[in-house]
């Protein structure tokens, strides 16, 4: 299977999906191809993905846009 195939398959499924199955991928690697020790100290984070949500495009920009805007001074509030 091509690196293409692949990117077919696992984008069919959702952005946290892809996550995980990228992490636990690159966790494989550490362990198997480096030997290094799974990472497991403290809260992993798995389901913080799920519990935050993700945005869409319309909403991460303006949520971006509302960030920009609070970061600019006001001098006269000085």
């Known amino acids: 299977m091509n690196e ?3 990117l ?3 984008n069919n499924y959702s952005i946290a999906d892809r996550i995980r199955f990228i992490e636990a991928v690159v966790q494989k690697i550490r362990e198997e191809e480096l030997g290094l020790l799974p990472i ?3 809260y992993s984070g798995e389901n913080l993905l799920e519990f935050a949500g993700i945005w869409n495009e319309e909403s991460a ?3 971006e846009k509302a960030v920009e805007e609070s970061r600019k001074i006001d001098l006269d509030e000085w």
């Open 61 to 63: 920009m303006q949520m």
């Open 4 to 6: 293409n195939e692949i």
């Open 8 to 10: 077919n398959i696992v």
């Open 40 to 42: 497991r100290v403290g």
